[in-house]
């Protein structure tokens, strides 16, 4: 075993966190058009290097980015349903419906009835077309590249539409295992079903590529991130169960989630089935390497969600109600580390290593060379020797204002107490106002080399943007603004945002200075002294 450290977070920089739900865009959700381009330019014009968002799988119950039905597959919601009019497979009459929905919200109830009948009427013209699209990759080529997951997932979907949606556990018996070519069993509804599903990945796929190109051609990098665990209804797990602790009929003996803490009393009940580390280890962890090599072909950098899952997780029960009744299990350590590294030598990747964190954590962190995460918002009422303020930050940390999970700050401000708040205005000079931007200035300003700011403290908005609460069901992921808005702060503030990232080193020029040693005004006195 052996450690390794984060070279690649060698130089300052700065970057902004918007899930593509989020964006501009005239459908009813952000994709991968217009409003996507239109936040680059904001990022590249204002100082910012990395776009940030959660990760792009398809979403079911709930509409969890983190609780996808693949590990693999894009969410087709975010596909450009304007290239696909520019390029002659839509009518904007046709995208009406969803042209109708709020700019401001997503209703994904809406979306999952009038956006897959849009695109089936798109995969038809493409099909009599003869399934190609002028300028683009071929689509026989792109379904042979990614047969390996897209063929498992795309038999998913198809099969599950088929049984009213229930999950794959609750199909009749010859479906609830995976074999190659199932749908061939069922009514020709469910194959035409399955070939939607490949062509939406290939349009998904194709338009990413291209965002990406856009992105780099401005400076731009991305910053995906990893589940630690796959939903239990998910591809994955249908078309994957060695690779988890299932019983012999398909069930989970045990599933994950976390200890009561900060955010619920009870814990949180994941529902995830628990990886078979034991049988991974025996594989060389193929199936961790290929799921994260896949994500460094979408993103530049990857961060790994529930970072402590590795060195121990909460398992729970598989029939328990909540989250109480688990118990910790060790996980792979740094053997795991060892092998991405050894497969991965490029990966540049993140420790999400919030909640409960122990030494040995922290420990497993550092010796595999991630940087962790700091949040501003963390830094008072979270613990006692508090490391989230920041004058406790460490060099190779991401500091964050706040996450996807957390209160925007501005609501966080307004909600706290009035002893906490003074000591919050003291520390953070807020001239008694509950402005996110001290904040975020002050995230730009610390020593953490990168900083990354929620778009929705960058606009200062209050509760009512929040994006998630974790241990509730309903009523996340929606939050969306607009061209106009996104205009409106470039307008208001986006001099201020270029000159804090100037002022503050955020530019990532390596000429400033190299950040690995010691400024050399504090070793010029051992030359000349």
Known sequence: MHSHSPTWLNARHSGVLAHVSSLPGPHGIGDFGRGARALIDFLAETGFRFWQICPLGPTGYGDSPYQSFSSFAGNAYFIDLEELTAVGLLSPEECRPLRLLSPTRTDYGALYREFWPILGLAHGRFVRQGSRIEGWDSFQDFCARESSWLEPYAEFMAIKAHFDGRAWTEWPEPYRTYRPGLTTSLPPAAREAASLHRFAQYVFFTQWRHLRAYAASHGVEIIGDIPIFVAL??????????????????????????????????????????????????????????????????????????????????????????????????????????????????????????????AEVFELRRAAGLPGMRILQFGYGHDDNNVNLPHFLPHDSVVYTGTHDNNTTRGWLDELPADEIDRIDAYFQLGGTTSALPLVRAALASVARLAIVPMQDLFDLDAGARMNRPGTAEGNWQWRFTGEQLAELAGEHGETFHTWNQLFDRTGDPRQRDYSAPPAELTSHAVHG
Request: proline share 6%; net charge negative; hydrophobic share 45%.
């Open 233 to 358: 209804d998910s591809a994955d797990a249908w078309s994957c169960r060695t690779v988890l602790r299932f019983d012999a009929e398909g069930r989970p003996l045990a599933v994950a989630g976390v200890p009561p803490d900060y955010f619920s009393a009870t814990g949180q009940l994941w529902g995830n089935p628990i990886y078979d580390w034991a049988a991974l280890e025996r594989t060389g962890y193929t199936w961790w390497i290929q799921r994260l090599r896949a994500a460094l072909a979408l993103y530049d950098i990857v961060r790994l969600d529930h970072f402590r899952g590795f060195d121990t997780f909460w398992e729970i029960p598989g029939d328990a109600e909540n989250a109480i009744h688990g118990v910790w299990r060790k996980g792979p350590g740094l053997k795991f580390f060892d092998a991405v590294h050894a497969a991965l030598p490029h990966a540049r990747l993140i420790a999400e290593d919030l909640g409960y964190i122990t």
